[in-house]
């Protein structure tokens, strides 16, 4: 079982940094959502680039697995979605509006509210690598890039919460030290 699991079909220098946090990482496909065959866990991540052909064909198995996904975040589980980075894409695998535009964005990410998922970020030296923006959404917004657009939502659902983000920068350690510790490993 991991703490942490990568939702590509290829190896990652992303996944060296979860070594570094002390976290049990693990890969597995996207078309093994929902199947005996992807292990409970508590954080599943689409790393940047998860719709873009050219990178991963992880982008395939997102709409089959759409009722996993949603399972999983009801019972506990975080979903932490990166960039799709194509020109322009709509989340409609998620359970709520969500709609992204690529731009080349470099930003300081300016905080809405107060959110443990804002810990993503936490210690980043702006100006942060950021691919692009949410156009739409009915999920909350917790951080705005210099123009006041959305760069990063989450949408909490039972027990767990969604977490998208178009900042294209290595996480913090300290939003996966809150996670792991806070939630149960659960099945997509």
Known sequence: ??????????????????????????????????????????????????????????????????????????????????????????????????KYIMEENPCTPQPVGKHDSQKLVENLVPPAGCDGYFEETDADVVLKDDRGRPIMVVKEMGEGMIVATTIHELPAAGFFECRVACTKKVKA
């Open 1 to 98: 079982m991991s703490d942490v699991i990568l939702l590509w079909d290829c190896p990652l220098l992303f996944e060296k940094l979860f070594v570094e946090y002390g976290l049990e990482c693990s890969r597995a496909l996207s078309t093994s959502l929902g199947t005996p065959y992807l292990p409970a866990c508590k954080v599943l991540i689409l790393p940047t680039g998860f719709a873009n052909k050219q990178y991963t064909k992880t982008g395939a198995g997102l709409e089959r697995g759409r009722r996993s996904l949603e399972k999983f975040v009801t019972k506990g589980g975080t979903l932490l979605v990166f960039s799709p980075l194509v020109p322009e894409y709509e989340y409609e695998w998620l359970p709520f509006s969500l």
